[in-house]
Each structure stands twice: as structure tokens, then as C-alpha cells.
């Protein structure tokens, strides 16, 4: 089993970045492949990237394509999420979630283990 913990949220202007990172205990992440989901208010929660256990593959939503780069650090047992020109669209909160199978997927029920969540303001 693994623990996940998301840090580096906050509040920032459109146009603006910022970094998220998944600190994961327990079991080491590289067994696991992992990826970011972000809930919006009175919105489903949704996928916005996946990456391999090695880091060799990444996979993300369309909204997010080119804007947001998904990385890990197996050594350190870390998985960031480097968010670039943020748009207020993004504002959400962002979980980290890890999947014991090697495929990446977008799917929720793909994922066992789930941190609490990092929220994330991107003001006008």
C-alpha cells in the first residue's frame, strides 16, 4: 500500500505557473503508474495526466496538452506536475493516484490509491 501527500498549490494569476508534487510512502512509486485528476466546484472530478512507471510514457487531457508537463522521481518517491500559463479554467483541486497495473489510463476506477487533494486558484 501507498500514502500520497500533494503540496504546492495556491493562488495565481492567469498566465502564471505553478509546480505540484505527490510525496508517496509506503511502497516505493516506482511500482506504481501514476497520475493527476483535478475536481473544479460543482464539477465531476476529471483526468488530467498519466505518466509510466519508468516516466518513459505520458499521457494527457486535451485541455491541459502543452500547457502542463507530468514527471517523477523515482529515486525521491516524488511525481510533480508542472502547470504553465494557467487559466482560470484550471482552478481546481488536483489529486495525485496511483495504479498497481503498468498501463496508463484516464480512467478513475484505475486507481487505487488517492492523496487529499492540493487546491489550485488561477485568478483573472
Known amino acids: 500500500q501507498v500514502q500520497l501527500v500533494e503540496s504546492g498549490g495556491g493562488l495565481v494569476q492567469a498566465g502564471g505557473s505553478l509546480r505540484l508534487s505527490c510525496a508517496a510512502s509506503?511502497?516505493?512509486?516506482?511500482?506504481?503508474?501514476m497520475g493527476w485528476f483535478r475536481q473544479a466546484p460543482g464539477k465531476e472530478r476529471e483526468f488530467v495526466a498519466a505518466?509510466?512507471?519508468?516516466?518513459?510514457?505520458?499521457y494527457y487531457a486535451d485541455s491541459v496538452k502543452g500547457r502542463f508537463t507530468i514527471s517523477r522521481d523515482n529515486a525521491n518517491n516524488t511525481v510533480y506536475l508542472q502547470m504553465n500559463s494557467l487559466k482560470p479554467e484550471d482552478t481546481a483541486n488536483y489529486y495525485c493516484?496511483?495504479?498497481?497495473?503498468?498501463?496508463?489510463?484516464?480512467?478513475?476506477?484505475?486507481?487505487?490509491?488517492w492523496g487529499q487533494g492540493t487546491q489550485v486558484t488561477v485568478s483573472v
Open positions: 493516484a496511483a495504479d498497481r497495473s503498468s498501463v496508463i489510463q484516464r480512467l478513475q476506477l484505475g486507481y487505487e490509491y
Open positions: 509506503g511502497r516505493t512509486v516506482s511500482s506504481y503508474t
Open positions: 505518466i509510466s512507471r519508468s516516466g518513459g510514457y505520458t
